[in-house]
């Protein structure tokens, strides 16, 4: 009796899994984010641009989807931090402009995935002020950081590494994932460049590229702004006006090596001489200045599709592809000359847009686009949902699973956006609005004045049709849509006027 008592319990414990605890953690997909500065979609050729390659963005993109209608909430650096972190507003989680400085008590993405057990590391940009709270492991830039050469902050204190900021931040990442990765645990890790943020300092491995090649310009490069509302006439950010001689690389970084400064040299006198030499003038000094800047900003770039690539490549060598998301993204998009525009702030397409591509293997269809307005303030729920950690109510963002899995999956008709940075760096004006799929207004507040867009029949935003009488019906019903959105995230009431 005993002994045949001893077999069925032998039996039982034979016939099920060992430790389920563990067999569930496996499941749950480690996270990669690998997020840029300022990268427009215009650049991203997964996006169709007709002015740059990124063959490795472009294979997440292929094993992968990509989010066509991907904006932001506020669109500056460090804010769009603080939404991805916390899944919130600007004006909820408290970083309405680069000079403000993040709570770190506050419950976080990282905080709610390591509560359910996920490793956590942040590597790269940060820009909060505060130090990081929520990670395993971080090692950080001071501020903006550098592009060569730079000192990053960690929980021990400061370390000085010699070399390209983006190849190091790469470097960093794939030595975190060999060396500190907890392999009985899923994992979040978080890689932020500073590139192509301002002033677009290429890489020695691309110093040269496109030498010889005109990129082409935008067709609204020499726009007059004669319909828009007078903040688009009072900004400071024109690549005619505005940009810099730092910008243009007629100066030479002060921070580098020797051995640096002798490969920026062969690449820029030689330019420089050129331009010295033969010095254009009206608008043929704007198409040199766009040509000057937009290369430097592609070859930026180029450092950071590379650095795509080698993470893709590890996760392929080391067996973590098939259960980790890897998603592309950016603070927010960029101005690339239109409207005679660098930088970003505006609710205009090229910088309220940015881009967002994802891979997830088993989950995410290759090869498909989704057309749903998502918005970075859904990055955090969206991860949280994919871990199986049950999202907190205080968070504003949505979840992108049932998107990813059904095209046909309902989403938001709307989108809201607030600028905040006024008076500040470019002067332009605090405004807000709404978005829909064929429309766009915008109340630019301490003017107290209006825009109105077709994106259908008006897609480069050149004619406000505020004051078209036959849209009086449109305006009624998108301020009405607008107020609504405001109720729903809690914006408070704006002063109107000056």
């Known amino acids: 009796m005993r002994a045949s008592r001893a077999i069925g319990l032998l039996l039982l414990v034979l016939s099920c899994p060992a430790r389920p605890a563990v067999a569930a953690e496996q499941e749950r997909p480690n996270i990669i984010l690998i997020y840029a500065d300022d990268h427009a979609v215009q650049a991203v050729g997964a996006y169709g641009s007709s002015i740059n390659r990124t063959p490795n963005i472009d294979r997440l993109a292929r094993e992968g989807l990509v989010f066509s209608n991907s904006f932001v909430t506020n669109s500056i650096c460090a804010p769009a931090r603080a ?37 956590t590391a942040l590597i790269g940009k940060w820009h909060l002020k505060s130090d990081p709270t929520g990670f395993d492991h971080w090692e950080v830039l001071l501020g903006q950081g550098p592009y060569y050469n730079p000192p990053m902050d960690t929980p021990d204190g400061r370390v000085q590494h010699t070399g390209y900021t983006t190849d190091i931040i790469t470097d960093l990442a794939i030595e975190w994932l060999d060396e500190s990765r907890d392999e009985d645990r899923p994992f979040l890790l978080m890689v932020q460049h500073k590139a192509p943020h301002r002033n677009w300092q290429p890489g020695p491995d691309h110093l040269h590229d496109l030498e010889g090649h005109s990129v082409p310009e935008p067709s609204t490069l020499f726009d007059d702004y004669s319909t828009r509302a007078s903040p688009a006439r009072n900004q400071e950010m024109t690549i005619g006006e505005h940009l810099s001689a730092f910008d243009l690389k007629l100066e030479a970084p002060g921070n580098l090596t020797d051995e640096q400064r002798a490969l920026w040299d062969a690449a820029y006198a030689p330019r420089n001489n050129a331009y010295l030499a033969d010095s254009p003038e009206g608008d043929d000094l704007i198409r040199w200045k766009y040509q000057r800047y937009l290369r430097d900003y592609l070859r930026c770039i180029a450092s950071i599709d590379d650095g795509v690539g080698r993470i893709l490549d590890h996760l392929d060598r080391s067996g973590l592809s098939e259960n980790t998301v890897v998603v592309y993204s950016s603070d927010q998009g960029f101005y690339l000359g239109e409207h005679g525009w660098y930088d970003k702030r505006w609710m205009y397409e090229p910088s309220l847009r940015t881009p967002m591509v994802m891979r997830w293997p088993g989950v995410a269809p290759e090869g498909v686009t989704r057309d749903q307005l998502v918005q970075n ?5 969206t991860f949280l949902d994919a871990a199986g950690v ?101 914006e408070a009431p704006v002063q109107v006027g000056p």
């Open 83 to 119: 939404v991805v972190l916390t899944g919130q507003f600007s004006h909820v989680n408290g970083v309405r402009t680069n000079a403000d400085v993040f709570d770190g008590s506050r419950q976080t993405l990282p905080k709610l995935l390591a509560s359910a057990g996920y490793q």
């Open 377 to 381: 303030i859904d990055l955090a729920p």
């Open 390 to 490: 049950t999202l907190p109510e205080w968070m504003q963002g949505r979840s992108l699973v049932p998107v990813i899995k059904d095209d046909d999956a309902p989403f938001r008709d709307a989108l809201y956006y607030h600028y905040y940075e006024f008076p500040g760096v470019h002067a332009v004006a605090r405004h807000y609005g709404v978005r829909t799929d064929r429309h766009k207004l915008i109340h630019y507040y301490q003017t107290d004045e209006w825009e109105l867009f077709d994106l259908q029949t008006d897609p480069n935003e050149l004619e406000n049709l505020y004051a078209d009488p036959g849209k009086k019906a449109d305006v009624a019903r998108l301020k009405q849509r607008l107020e609504r959105l405001r109720v729903e995230y809690a």
